[in-house]
């Protein structure tokens, strides 16, 4: 079961895998998800993260190409997690979220690594409104310069897929939490399980130039087609609806942005430097 890539999902137990942002939320529940799963672990951040055992743990500041280098060397893989991860000032998007993803997909392709699975974000399309299904296959909308950047990260990896044959997944993930907070993650919402379920199927669907899909719960109120990532093989099993009895105002439908308060105009302006 080889594809384009030469991952063959029966033999990520043979490979050796990077997961940048290890130190996160999400990069902390993934490693300990992937250890056992992976032959040799790699987990990296600012600073040497807590790694379980047999999974190694080494400080790389993404914006430091020598040492995103030197961690990918004998890497089949690159789960990146790793950046800013909320509206921040363009300057340091750009810098780490845009730049950093470089360094990581041109470091992979000089290590000869075949696949990274990139950690986007449901808001690249944040400007779409509530009631409109949105696909990946339709253009963008940030609903922010956090969105925007990650559009063009989306770009860099589409990129390296067609010009270089590194298989890239980008992973548009939804609202990663125990349970759904608010109204707007009754639709949004990403389980730790599911989350796991969507990079596991990253890491190892068969056929993959470039791909894109939403990594959400199979929600009830759900905004975003989920047959791209069926398609690889993510099939989400969580729905935030059985917590709408705990959740505000869960009898209301919402409207507007998807993004709701991230898309409104002070929410970016307030955190840029001037
Ligand atoms: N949590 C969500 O609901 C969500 C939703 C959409 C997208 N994402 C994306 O998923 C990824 C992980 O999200 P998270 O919630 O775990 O975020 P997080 O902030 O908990 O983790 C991000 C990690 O990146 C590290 N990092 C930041 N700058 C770095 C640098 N210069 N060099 C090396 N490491 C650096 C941080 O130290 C941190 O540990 C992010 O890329 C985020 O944009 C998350």
Redesign the pocket.
Known sequence: MNDQSGVDSANLRDQTWVV?????????RLVADLAGRVNRLVA????A?DAPYGVESVA????DQDAVAAVLAGAHGVV???????EADLHDLA???LV?TYHVLEEARRAGARRVVY?????VTGCYPCDVTVHPSMPPRPDGL?GAV?VAAEGLCQLYADKFGLATVAV??????ERPLDLRQLSTW?SPADCSRAFRAAMSATDVGYACFYAVSANTRGWWSLEPGAALGFLPQDDAEEFAATVPDAARTMRGPQGGDYAAPEYTLSRQRR
């Open positions: 940048t942002g290890a130190a996160g939320t999400i990069g902390t990296t951040d600012l600073a993260p790389a500041d993404l914006r990146h997690l790793g950046g800013i991860a909320d810098e780490v979220n950093g950690a986007s974000s449901n808001r956090y990650k548009r993930i939804g609202s990663y939490e990403l």
